[in-house]
C-alpha cells in the first residue's frame, strides 16, 4: 500500500465590511442654519452639501449623513449626539 | 433686555433692570429640567441592541459631560456679569469663542421645554389660549431661539 499524503490547499476568504450609516433625525427644536453649520464642522462638507442634507432632515425626518467603517461611523454619531442633534447609526442596506 | 452684536464679532446682552437676570438663568433652569436627559433624547433613535448598552454605559457619560461643560460656561458669564454690576444693569459679552457654549445651552433648554410642553413649530402656537405657566415656558423658548438666531448670524466660533 503506497503511503497516502496529505496535500493541503491553502484557501483565502475575504470578507467585505459593511459600511454603516450615520443617520441624522428630525427635531423640530433644532435651527436649519445650525443643523447646517453642525454638518460642515464635523464632515467638513462645503455649504451647499450640508444644507442639501439638512432639508432632507427637515423635508424626509432623515438622512443618511454619511457611511462608511464602523469605528469611524461612531466616532461621528458621537460627534453629532455632543452637538445635540438625533442621530442613529445602521447597517447599510 | 436687548441684544446686539459685538465690535469683536459675537454677542453682546443689554441687561436693562434687575428682572431681566431671572430670565438669564432661566435658561440654566430649564435645561437642567428634572425628568429630560439630553443624552437620552438624542440617542432616543438609536437601535436597542447590546451595542446600545455599551453606548449608554461608554459614550454618554462623555456627551452628558460636555453639556455640562456648556451650561458651566453660561452659569460663570452670567454670575460674573451680575457680580460686577452688583444686580443692575450690565452688560453681558458673548464671545466668539464662548458662542457655541451659549448656542448649546439655550438649545439644551429649548429641548427641554419642548420635550415637557410639546410646542411643536411655535407659529402653530396661540399663547393666548395657554395657561401662565405654559405660556411662560413658551415664551422663555422663544426668547432663547432669538438669542441663538442671533447666534448663529454672528457666527458660532
Not at chain 1, 64 to 92: C, D, M, N, P
Not at chain 2, 63 to 86: D, F, M, P, S, W
Not at chain 2, 102 to 110: S, V
Request: net charge negative.
Amino acid at each position: 500500500m503506497a503511503d497516502t499524503e496529505t496535500l493541503t490547499r491553502p484557501s483565502e476568504a475575504t470578507a467585505l465590511d459593511v459600511p454603516w450609516n450615520v443617520v441624522v433625525h428630525d427635531d423640530p427644536v433644532n435651527l436649519m442654519g445650525y443643523v447646517t453649520w453642525v454638518l460642515m464642522k464635523i464632515f467638513g462638507y462645503n455649504e451647499q452639501k450640508a444644507a442639501l442634507l439638512m432639508l432632507q432632515v427637515h423635508q424626509l425626518g432623515r438622512s443618511i449623513v454619511w457611511s462608511g467603517q464602523r469605528e469611524k461611523a461612531e466616532f461621528y454619531a458621537q460627534q453629532l449626539q455632543f452637538h445635540q442633534l438625533k442621530t442613529s447609526l445602521e447597517k447599510a442596506a | 433686555m436687548k441684544l446686539a452684536p459685538s465690535p469683536a464679532g459675537g454677542l453682546r446682552i443689554e441687561v436693562e433692570e434687575a428682572d431681566d437676570w431671572p430670565l438669564l438663568y432661566g435658561i440654566l433652569h430649564d435645561a437642567e429640567s428634572p425628568g429630560f436627559d439630553l443624552a437620552s433624547h438624542v440617542g432616543s433613535v438609536m437601535q436597542p441592541s447590546a451595542d446600545w448598552l455599551d453606548w449608554q454605559e461608554y459614550v454618554m457619560p462623555d456627551i452628558r459631560e460636555g453639556y455640562q461643560e456648556h451650561l458651566k460656561v453660561v452659569l460663570t458669564a452670567i454670575e460674573t456679569a451680575k457680580l460686577e454690576a452688583a444686580g443692575g444693569p450690565s452688560t453681558l459679552w458673548i464671545s466668539r469663542d464662548d458662542a457655541f457654549h451659549w448656542y448649546a445651552a439655550l438649545n439644551q433648554a429649548r429641548l427641554a421645554i419642548e420635550e415637557l410642553h410639546h410646542f411643536g413649530p411655535g407659529e402653530n402656537v396661540n399663547p393666548l389660549h395657554l395657561p401662565p405657566s405654559r405660556r411662560d415656558a413658551f415664551f422663555r423658548s422663544q426668547l432663547y431661539c432669538a438669542i441663538q438666531s442671533y447666534l448663529l448670524d454672528q457666527g458660532l466660533g
